[in-house]
């Protein structure tokens, strides 16, 4: 785990979840991410040897057709709240 929380820290999210959707036969994958610069996480993951990105590409590449951007159309949080 430790790996994966270095991983996000480098690439600035703060959060990351992942959703099975099964529709009928059909099963899609329901990725979230939210980052301090959603470009710069891309980036910096595209260039990381961490082992857990390069897993992660792979796992992409194998089971994952292809990549929809879904339309925001709402994103609150109360991070600013939290006492670290």
Do not use: P
């Amino acid at each position: 785990m430790g790996e994966t929380l270095e991983s996000l820290k480098n690439e600035g999210v703060i959060v990351e979840s992942a959703f099975l959707d099964k529709q009928g036969a059909d099963v899609y994958l329901i990725y979230y991410m939210k980052a301090e610069d959603i470009s710069h996480a891309y980036e910096v993951f595209n260039q990381s040897d961490l082992a857990i990105d390069h897993y992660h590409k792979q796992c992409w590449k194998k089971y994952c057709e292809g990549r929809e951007v879904l339309e925001e159309l709402l994103d609150l949080d109360r991070f600013e709240d939290l006492k670290c």
